[in-house]
T-cell receptor, first 113, second 111 residues
Framework: NAGVMQNPRHLVRRRGQEARLRCSPMKGHSHVYWYRQLPEEGLKFMVYLQKENIIDESGMPKERFSAEFPKEGPSILRIQQVVRGDSAAYFC???????????FGQGTRLTVV | KQEVTQIPAALSVPEGENLVLNCSFTDSAIYNLQWFRQDPGKGLTSLLLIQSSQREQTSGRLNASLDKSSGRSTLYIAASQPGDSATYLCAGDNYGQNFVFGPGTRLSVLP
């Protein structure tokens, strides 16, 4: 059973471009969480999704950021018109349900130049 | 609003010592408490999950306890090894809505 898979591991974008980060949860997990870790800061919750539904997006910036978890395929975190301040490590976690152990991927390190 | 703090921020010990990492949270309505390890430039590895009805969990040389009434959790590492060097994070789970992470304790175990 493969763990949570995130790709790409490293992503470089110029200011104004779009960044797409992918997360494939562990087999049997239907709950996905996205977190952001800014340099020298802790992990901050962004969004919680189940298949085809956004359950909680209270940590997501109101503009430029969006997330989806379609019926088929990975969860996608999309950042439009990236700015230097978006440079961070973005982690995805999955669990089989609420209140269960969460497992994290290796993260995508986004650098905006 | 749940807030999680961790003490100490950094810890350096000689190999073989037993040590305790502390985690405090402000909202006792926490559901689960999970401890993670993060190596530099890497993802998070789950160490222990203490579920709502439990008070402690053990895995190998690790033991974690949870006291909701006092808002505290501790991670005990026995007979520390250089390979234990990493940042240790605790996270409170508000019934699966999201995890609130502490800032971490950076541990160095010296050979």
């Amino acid at each position: 059973n493969a763990g949570v898979m995130q790709n790409p591991r490293h992503l470089v974008r110029r200011r104004g471009q779009e960044a797409r980060l992918r997360c494939s949860p562990m087999k049997g997990h239907s709950h996905v969480y996205w977190y952001r870790q800014l340099p020298e800061e802790g992990l901050k919750f962004m969004v919680y999704l189940q298949k085809e539904n956004i359950i909680d997006e209270s940590g997501m910036p109101k503009e430029r950021f969006s997330a989806e978890f379609p019926k088929e395929g990975p969860s996608i975190l999309r950042i439009q018109q990236v700015v230097r301040g978006d440079s961070a490590a973005y982690f995805c976690a999955s669990s089989p349900g609420r209140g269960y152990e969460a497992f994290f991927g290796q993260g995508t390190r986004l650098t905006v130049v | 609003k749940q807030e999680v703090t961790q003490i100490p921020a950094a810890l350096s010990v000689p190999e073989g010592e037993n040590l305790v990492l502390n985690c405090s949270f402000t909202d006792s309505a926490i559901y689960n408490l999970q401890w993670f390890r993060q190596d530099p430039g890497k993802g998070l590895t789950s160490l222990l999950l203490i579920q709502s009805s439990q008070r402690e969990q053990t895995s190998g040389r690790l033991n974690a306890s949870l006291d909701k009434s006092s808002g505290r959790s501790t991670l005990y590492i026995a007979a520390s090894q250089p390979g234990d060097s990493a940042t240790y994070l605790c996270a409170g789970d508000n019934y699966g809505q999201n995890f609130v992470f502490g800032p971490g304790t950076r541990l160095s175990v010296l050979p």
